[in-house]
């Protein structure tokens, strides 16, 4: 209704005594924002706030050269050392979106793509290769706690240390940027506070301030919980400080991510290192543009780039990428990005490279899941051979949600004794002796047709023939420029004679 202009001051007293409503909750959001659009503002807030990202690195250039040395042993300097990347929250959204749970693979009109063991390293520089990450899951963390890291867990069935308790635990009491302080003012302040309780000298007290930031490091970065508590499942593992390296802390970020990715697209957020994620778009998937080289030639590879911010809503933007991967050329997708790199100054690359191209189980515990490498042979430099793979879930692969806070003392060595088997075998060499993909995209559009297409402008294609049809068109010209190649060589030999 709209109302008089001549009652302008009744309508001022009646705004006047309109309460005036706060939004302290998600539910006071709904009532403000679409669905969408509460989606992914709450999936911006979880993404920015899991990693705490500039309390890691103040305490990191805090602590005193031979806790770096140790560090720098176990392999966690390389991703330590790395600069903060802004959440490319609408890419992020839209690869969850088109992850399929069944195969731990996203689903692209031009076939399965999926980070492996490779990306990880190169990307992170967290180590791949060594022990399974797992062991033994109990009830209750609060005897390893206390007497490893002086603190308390959450709850008596958990294994949940509060975040706030850990970080002060390392001198970082508060992480808020005080009024009128600069990025730079304020990581100096965090950096001071954290150096004043720091032990200068080896012996239980430091390595009791080293297992506190390994908690920090790994509960929050590399295996981050949802929601604010840090866990600490892996705290045993840490034990014996010497022995930390000898894990592969990367595998577990792999299948942590896995794992996250394959939940209802109706959780917002995900679990783990997301950065990852986003870099490795940026190389596999270069004509989306959402990310600008920096540092060329820098290593580990996150640092080579920055996301390049897009002033378009939210909303907006996912379905932009929806509509641009539904039209990317095959052509334009980027399998072997790396091809070139010099090596040589990644030593954790080299250590990794018997995992590499390998159908392989990835371990954290109570997640167990596949990397099927052999679905993304072009990874390889080889045709994609059409691939049968099983999908019924196994018990011991998903215990359920509820696992999650730990409901029972279960031994992941002797429960999952196969698949851990696998890993310390390396898994299985992926190999194919397809002459060209026409074969696979003809069974993949069959199977995956009529979901591959997520974008606006998304074709009517429910038996899979567009996608069969581009990507068979694909083939036969990948087909012929090898032959085109072959000929050269051909050429150039009797040239030589």
Not at 11 to 28: F, G, Y
Request: hydrophobic share 40%; net charge neutral; aromatic share 8%.
């Amino acid at each position: 209704m709209r109302v008089p202009e001549s009652d302008g001051g009744s309508v001022a007293l009646r705004r006047r005594q309109t309460p005036c409503r706060l939004i302290r909750t998600e539910s006071d959001l709904c009532s403000f924002l679409p669905t969408s659009d509460l989606l992914v503002f709450a999936l911006q807030s979880e993404l920015r706030s899991r990693l705490g990202w500039a309390v890691i690195r103040a305490i990191y250039d805090s602590l005193p050269d031979f806790q770096v040395r140790r560090l720098e042993g176990m392999g966690f300097s390389p991703i330590l050392r790395l600069e903060e990347l802004a959440p490319d929250v609408a890419l992020i959204q839209v690869l969850k979106e088109r992850w399929d749970p069944e195969c731990h693979a996203f689903l692209f009109p031009w076939g399965h793509m999926v980070p492996t063991l490779e990306d990880v390293v190169r990307i992170t520089g967290l180590r791949v290769d060594g022990q399974a990450v797992t062991g033994t899951t109990y009830t209750s963390y609060q005897e390893p706690v206390e007497r490893l890291l002086g603190l308390e867990v959450r709850g008596e069935r958990s294994s949940l240390v509060q975040r706030t308790a850990l970080q002060a635990s390392l001198g970082v009491v508060s992480a808020r940027r005080q009024t009128g302080e600069g990025q730079a003012e304020h990581m100096e302040r965090m950096t001071d506070d954290a150096r004043a309780v720091m032990v200068e000298e080896e012996g239980e007290v430091a390595d009791r301030d080293l297992r506190r930031f390994l908690t920090l490091v790994i509960g929050k970065m590399v295996l981050g919980t949802r929601g604010d508590p840090v866990g600490c499942r892996f705290l045993p593992l840490r034990e014996d400080l010497s022995s930390v390296g000898n894990y592969a802390w990367g595998a577990a970020l792999l299948a942590h991510l896995f794992d996250s990715l394959g939940t209802s697209n109706r959780e917002t957020g995900v679990v783990g290192f997301f950065p990852l994620l986003q870099v490795w778009a940026y190389y596999h998937l270069p004509s989306l543009g959402r990310g600008v080289a920096r540092r060329r030639g820098a290593v580990p590879l996150l640092q080579c780039w920055r996301f390049c911010r897009d002033e378009r809503s939210l909303r907006r933007q996912v379905t932009l990428i929806h509509d641009a991967l539904d039209t990317v050329p095959f052509g334009h997708v980027q399998w072997t990005p790396y091809v070139g790199e010099d090596d040589a100054t990644q030593s954790w690359v080299e250590r990794g490279r018997p995992y590499f191209g390998r159908d392989i189980w990835l371990h954290y515990f109570n997640t167990v899941v596949p990397l099927h490498h052999r679905l993304v042979a072009r990874t390889l430099g080889l045709h994609q051979a059409v691939v049968e793979f099983s999908t019924r879930q196994r018990s011991w692969e998903r215990p359920g949600r509820s696992f999650r806070e730990i409901q029972q003392v279960t031994d992941w060595i002797v429960r999952v004794r196969e698949q851990l088997d696998d890993w310390e075998r390396r898994g299985k060499e992926v190999v194919s002796e397809a002459a060209s993909d026409e074969d696979y995209f003809q069974a993949y559009a069959r199977k995956y047709g009529a979901q591959v297409y997520k974008g606006s402008r998304r074709p009517f294609d429910p038996e899979g023939r567009i996608s069969s049809l581009k990507g068979i068109l694909h083939s036969t010209i990948q087909q012929r420029d090898d032959l085109q190649a072959v000929v050269d060589q051909l050429r150039a030999e009797l040239d030589r004679a």
